[in-house]
Every structure is written in C-alpha cells, then in structure tokens.
C-alpha cells in the first residue's frame, strides 16, 4: 500500500508535535502532507518549519474536501474534536483525535454513529494506554490473577496548576472556552485507564465538584467521587490542581489480593486463596488468608503519542488491532460528565447519564461564561507563538 497521506488539524503544542513526528520518520507508512491552522499568521511558521511538501492550509473542510489526503490528526480545542472529526469521516478520511473526545457525551455520540457509518480507522490519543505498567494490570485483572474486583481507588492530586497557568489565557478553566477544569483538562487519561483497567464501567456515581476552590477560576479545580458497580464493587477518584505536593496513586482490590501502581512501581500483594475461600474454612477468629509481596515482570517500553500514530496508521495499512479505538473515548468522557452532574443536581446519578439534562445544565454554565468560544483558534494549545513553538 502507498504512504498514507496525512494531515494535523492544530497547530498548538500537541498538533506541532505530531507533525514533526511524522516529519521525522517516526512512522512507517505514513507522510504528513499538509496542516491546518485558522490563524493566518501561521502560514509563515509552517513555511519555515516544515518541509516545502507540506502545505498549509486555514480552512479545515476545503483541506479535507481537496482529495489531496488520507487521515487527519485533529488535535484543536475540545468543543471541536467531533465537529471536525464528523466532517473528516463525511469526507472518506480515517480519523485520529486529541483528548478528550470532546466535552460533552451526545455531541460525541454523534461523532461515534459517523465514524461507525463511514468505515474508516478512528483512534483516540490515549497514549497511556502503552503505559506497560497499565498494560499489566489491565492483563492481571482480566487474567483472572487478582480475582473479581471489590473496589478500586485513585488519588490523582498531582496536577498542580498555579493562578498564572489560568490567567495565561482567557480561554483556559472557563465552561465556554474549555468545557470544565481538572476533568476535561488534566484528567481525561486517568479516567480512560480507570474504567480500560479493570474492564468495567460503574451502575451510578455520586459525586463532589468544588468550583474555584482554590484558584479563581469558574470551572471544577477539586474532585471527590464515589461509584458502584454491577457486582457490588465501590470505587473512590479523587482529583484537583489546588495541591502540593500531590500524589498518583491508583488501588485495585480483588478477592485474590491488591494491586498499587504508584511512584512508576507496580506492587502486587497476593494471596495464596482466594479471600472467599478463605472466610469459609477459618473458624481461627482473627486470621487472615496469607498473602505474599509479588514481583511482577514489567517488560515493553511506553511508546506513547508515537506508538499511537503507529498503530493508528498500521490499523489503516494492514488491519493491525487498535490499541485506543476512538469509539472508546465516550466511557471517560462519560465519567467526568457524571461527576458534574452529580453535583449540579445535587444527587446520584445513574450511568448512562442523562445526555439531555447534562447538556442543559452546560448550556447555562455557557450562557454566564466569563469567556465565550473562541472560534479564531485552532490549536489545541492557542497560545502565544513564541511560548507554544517553543
């Protein structure tokens, strides 16, 4: 098959980055022919930074009706990852799109029904998902190893943002700008890794979002949820961007035992029975099954954002199995959307949400904006030139 011809939609931090790794060889079968970027300023960077193959181009949907390419990189602001990502496929193009799939779960319903209906590769930017340590614990658990899961937690507090992160853009940490705070922002991958983990997703949430608690901002910067799942098992996420030092620590427990990723370490603590069957024979009083430190083997590298654009264009050239189908970036989106709604209305809420009433509730959150949707922009990053290139 011939190279597949590629463009990025976005030139910001991450849609430059993607570029260049295709510029630079770092995928097989794949070429990047062309970019897209609103800003008109951007034609003369393009020119200057990127081959004279590469075309530049500002209006995204003449680039995609031009037959000019195969597959697209949308790597722009979140409310319009499935706008773009619809007229890609409505176009015959496969589709590889930045997190999050977008900001809310019916406007990325859409895009899945269009994806599903045009039979082209569509890949989500998960890239931790080559993370080998999550890789492991994903096989550990469907494995059996750990046994049914009981409960799982995550303290996720490392991502400490100051009030100048906020204020160095008007768009940043505002409903209509960027759709929320800590959950679309910072926390998409931890999400997507909760539920791709353990292989399940939750039956109903009830959460606690503080807005502006720590930083004057509109949007939620401290998070606290818990959830339960169809066989009983309960969960605990737990976020913000108003501490330090923070930690990253994520807990799964089984009948067999607990698995802790934390500090880059995979920690397995197994026992030698199963807990049930343990509790059925012991007649000792306060005993407990005994239960071993294991030393898990972690082999492979974490091939991140390149590793991702491999698989994606090697699912288009030979039909390789993808490792983040796009289709699966609603499960987070989904989470971060229960959360919200589960204190906006104050109550529990059951999953699948209520795509209506949260987008009713966005929509007001919207209206009172301190910023409105900035449509100039077409970075995923629309910062100032010289920080963003940088």
Not at 19 to 42: H, N, Q, S, W, Y
Not at 163 to 177: L, P, V
Not at 189 to 197: A, F, G, N, R, S
Not at 258 to 279: H, Y
Request: hydrophobic fraction near 35%; include cysteine.
């Amino acid at each position: 098959m011939s190279l597949i011809r590629v463009a990025v939609i976005g030139i910001g931090n991450m849609g430059a980055a993607h570029a260049r790794t295709l510029i630079a060889g770092d995928v097989p079968g794949a070429e990047l022919v062309a970019v897209c970027d609103v800003r008109k300023e951007m034609e003369s960077w393009v020119a200057s930074n990127f081959p004279a193959s590469v075309s530049y181009w500002q209006d995204a949907e003449q680039m995609m009706a031009s037959g000019t390419i195969d597959a697209v990189i949308i790597a722009t602001p979140h409310y319009d990852h499935p706008e773009q990502a619809i007229q890609a496929f409505q176009h015959g193009l496969h589709v590889m799109i930045e997190k999050p799939a977008g900001v809310y779960t019916k406007q990325v319903r859409k895009m899945n029904e269009a994806a599903a209906a045009s039979g082209k590769v569509f890949s989500m930017m998960y890239n931790q998902r080559t993370n080998p340590l999550y890789i492991k614990l994903r096989d550990l658990i469907a494995s059996g190893e750990l046994g049914e899961v009981r409960r799982t937690n995550w303290i996720i507090t490392n991502w400490y943002r100051s009030q100048s992160y906020y204020d160095s853009g008007g768009w940043r940490a505002t409903w209509a700008g960027e759709g929320g705070g800590v959950l679309i922002n910072q926390d998409p991958h931890q999400l997507d890794l909760w539920q791709w983990t353990i292989g399940m997703m939750p039956v109903r949430m009830r959460a606690f979002c503080s807005f502006g608690k720590y930083r004057d901002i509109e949007v939620e910067d401290d998070v606290t949820a818990y959830v339960e799942y169809a066989n009983g098992a309960t969960g605990v996420f737990v976020t913000t961007t108003g501490e330090a030092p923070g930690t990253n620590r994520f807990e799964v427990n089984g009948d067999r035992g607990k698995i802790v990723i934390e500090d880059g370490q995979l920690t397995f603590w197994r026992l030698r029975e199963s807990e049930p069957e343990f509790n059925k024979r012991f007649t000792g009083g306060f005993g407990q099954p005994e239960c071993w430190k294991c030393e898990v083997p972690i082999t492979g590298t974490e091939s991140g954002h390149p590793g991702l654009i491999r698989n994606w264009i090697d699912a288009i050239r030979t039909g390789t199995t993808l490792i983040a189908p796009g289709e699966e970036g609603i499960h987070g989106l989904t989470l971060s959307n229960a959360m919200l709604l589960s204190t906006w209305t104050d109550n529990w809420v059951e999953l699948p949400i209520d795509e209506e009433l949260f987008y009713e509730h966005l929509q007001e959150r919207i209206a009172s904006s301190n910023t409105k949707k900035d449509k100039s922009s077409s970075s995923s990053q629309p910062a100032d030139l010289t920080q963003t290139f940088k």
